[in-house]
């Protein structure tokens, strides 16, 4: 099934011009056919081609659904995006892929990388949502500085991954099945010593990702998939 997402759809009936394009000029929908929209919102939307237009398609909505989230716990993965852009683009492909509320890009003392182009970013997660068949959008939050994220009121489970030596447990050993939890990651420098104690400090619990040092991008799909695995029924 392929799966369009308008934003707008139950207050305006038409189709963007990029998914109008595709739905008329790609996959050739012509008057009567029956397509299925997501909102991002967690809806799905049972439609008919009303008008194929390839600028401005006109859908009849024959049914509105609540998307069901396979999943009871909220996932927020707070990164430092990478040097290398195409690191970035991909993670976010992946854990839309997989299942993921929020992602903050952190400004960190070491980061390398201090801008993003968030409109790339949303249509790579527009395009992971309707690929993976979910109806909720991942929020993708402005670049945040690291100080400053420590002030945002958080709730669930936090954790915090790093390189430095010290006591720290795995996943598995800590997070609990059902919790909302908010994963950090730092640049490929790693967090300094100050922004892990400032963490620690504001009740994250430090956790280890394995023996082999990861990529800023593979720490942060293992950490991903790793919550997943434990709300696994």
């Known amino acids: 099934m392929y799966l369009f997402y308008a934003p707008d759809i139950e207050t305006t009936c038409f189709l963007p011009e990029d998914e109008s394009a595709h739905c008329v000029r790609v996959l050739r929908k012509s008057e009567g056919d029956v397509i299925t929209i997501t909102d991002g919102k967690g809806f799905f939307y049972d439609a008919r081609v009303a008008t194929p237009h390839p600028k401005r398609c006109e859908v009849v909505i ?4 609540q998307w ?18 195409d690191r970035m683009e991909w993670l976010a492909e992946k854990i839309t892929e997989l299942g993921i509320d929020t992602i903050t890009p952190l400004l960190c003392r070491f980061s390398e990388r201090k801008e ?17 068949q979910q109806a909720l959008l991942p929020q993708l939050n402005p670049v945040t500085p690291f100080n400053q994220f420590m002030k945002e009121p958080l709730t669930g489970e936090k954790y915090i991954a ?14 609990a099945p059902g919790s909302s939890v908010t994963l ?26 394995g023996e082999t040092r990861l990529r800023t991008e593979t720490a942060a ?13």
């Open 68 to 85: 069901v989230k396979p999943r009871s716990f909220s996932l927020h993965l707070a990164i430092a995006p990478t040097k290398n852009m």
């Open 221 to 233: 799909l293992f950490a991903c998939a790793a919550v997943h695995a434990i709300n696994q029924k």
């Open 62 to 65: 024959d049914c509105r659904r």
């Open 116 to 132: 993003l182009k968030p409109d790339r970013i949303r249509k790579i997660l527009v395009s992971a949502m309707k690929q993976s």
């Open 162 to 175: 790093h390189c430095s030596e010290g006591d720290k447990k795995t996943l598995p050993q800590c997070c």
């Open 184 to 209: 950090l990651i730092g640049p490929e420098g790693d967090f300094s010593e100050n922004e892990i104690a400032l963490a620690i400090k504001n009740s994250f619990r430090p956790i280890s990702l």
